[in-house]
């Protein structure tokens, strides 16, 4: 090698090492580094320092996977500070270099929103893109709308509109309402579109007024459907009337549409207006068979099926029977069939409930009354002694449906319990991060360490991730719900020491459940189920008959509670106070625990129905145990509000239970 190439190779090895030297220096970064850098910035943003803020999200290594995360926070201070410049330009920073990160189409969205007035050609562009790449998601939805909104804009200042161009907005806004009627751009996209000199055909009216429906423009939906076509409309037309209180047309139209024309809707229309029609009506039972008599076959089983939960305890058989036997594949037969089952049981009739039994596990394994059916199946073949027969039903209850109120009941029939309280003490443990063995280097570990948790909710669709972070923000009773609405979905259940269980049954309040259950004799796991069932654990909740709180205690009982021990409720509104609420709430259980002979299962049917509906029933129904005294009890809403309680009971001592 010549001098000269080794010079040149010299300095090759300079650079190469001086360049190494400065991406070592300033690319590179700790990863404990970029976590405090990520974090002050955090704070600074909170304190509206958002100057200092930017500065720091820029400090965030290229090379590490939360740098996106840094640019469109970038973005959203330079938008606090105003810099619409410094803002686009992070935008396009992160939607063109992170293409796969789940904040790139939020940020062109955000981009083409900017651009609309300026740039529209840019916009449309960016608009046209995000309903390419991603067609299903909300922001190619609103990029529908904004699209007809440019075409729009570009034509508004007297220049020729030609009809080509009004088509392509009306197809903008109509492909808007279609998919998003009560969407936040919805009113808008109704209004621009009324503008345009243009026919407007009876259908696109139809979705406007529903738009109107939606948002509580009652009048301004009227004017629409007045431009309908009634066969289509009639639905709609009922429920804005009634909303309107136009009794007289709502009930008309009503009768008219469901005789002739419920093949032009759907059946949760059917539906709605049947309840709308029972509730304008004075007697429930003859206006249910006014309209059975009067429908057309579409939706005909709702009708049938309601006419079954008014009629007599007597009657029911027979009437779930014509349901079954008119609509044997309706949506309501395994309704019927597990009716029909259970009157075969109180009939000691066990034979056919058996087969009735069998033969419903067989056509509808997974529906909601399966749990039920096979622990009755249990009871049957106990009631036979059967020992292997029903040990195994019992544990399939549990096996297949551990959370339920029926698996519950099985793990007592299986011990041999007669009580309904277990006695058990449970375990207090904090709600944690759902998936336990997620790596560390996990962006959404890493926003879930720095409580990042509006881009965790961002990027995130996965609903335990989502629940935890409406814990973390203290909004326990939205978590709760998003939690126990995903468990719902999952076929088999987890294992009972899953840190999803803890969202859907957290502990909340419970030292104060604990202190007040204690001193008057009630069991604490049970009062938490009762607070979770009836507040979800918002202390602000009040229901529309007015109980507050908690433990949702009506202001007149507590008052008088309150005056009898001397707790100091003064004002009604102290019922939203945590503690107070549920040492009357424990005070006011234990009096109707005392009255009904320490029986839980009556005490919490009280709770709902009232002590004075609890002695009736008692007197008037026929039942062996206390499984057939719960299937009976009259009134839906005690009935299902007894199996609630004691399944989320359940649910607290096989999650927490202290072994």
Known sequence: MSKKQKFIAGLIIVGVCFITGFLFAYVYQPAEKTMQIYSNAMKDYANKDYQNSYYLFSRVSFLSNLKPFAIYHQALCAKELGDKKSEMKQYQLLFNNYTKNKLSLKAKYFAAQMLIEDEPNQAKRYFEQIIKDYPDSDYAIAAEYYLGVILLNKYKNGRIFPMSVKDDIEMSFRHYLKKAPHGRLALNAVENWLTLDKEIAKDDYLLMAKSYYLFGDYENAKKLLANTDLKESWALDVKNSYALKNYARAKYLAQYGLQNYTAYVDESDIHDTVDIFLDMSNSK?????FLYNLSAPKGKDYIWSLKCDAAPVDYQAGCYRQLYLNFPKG?????????????RIKARDFENAAKIGKDFLNKYENNQNAPMVMFWLGKIAEHENNYDEYMNYYKSTIANYPDTYYAYRAYLAMKHIKTSIL????????VEYPYPNVSKNDVIFKLAELKDYDLMMEITED??????????????????????????????????????????????????????????????PLMLALVREESYFNPDAKS?????????LMPATAKEISAHYGYGLTDENDLYKPELNIKIGNTYYAQLRSMLNNLDISAIAAYNGGIGSIGRWKKNLNYADTDEFVEQIPYPET????????????????IYIDE
């Open 423 to 430: 006695n058990a003490y449970i375990k207090e443990q904090p």
């Open 544 to 552: 529309s008959a007015g109980a507050r709180g908690l433990m949702q």
């Open 285 to 289: 039972t003859d206006a249910i068979d």
């Open 463 to 524: 609903d335990f991730i989502k629940s935890w972070i409406y814990y973390q923000k203290g909004d326990y009773s939205h978590s709760m719900l998003v939690a126990r609405d995903a468990m719902e979905k999952i076929y088999p259940k987890p294992e009972r020491t899953d840190l999803r269980w803890r969202l859907v049954y957290p502990i909340d309040y419970y030292d104060e459940i604990q202190k007040y259950a204690h001193s008057v004799g009630n069991d604490a």
């Open 331 to 343: 949506s309501y037969a395994p309704l019927a069939t597990a009716n029909l089952f259970f009157d």
């Open 639 to 654: 009935k299902n509000y007894v199996k609630k309680v004691f399944r989320s009971y359940w649910n607290y001592l096989r």
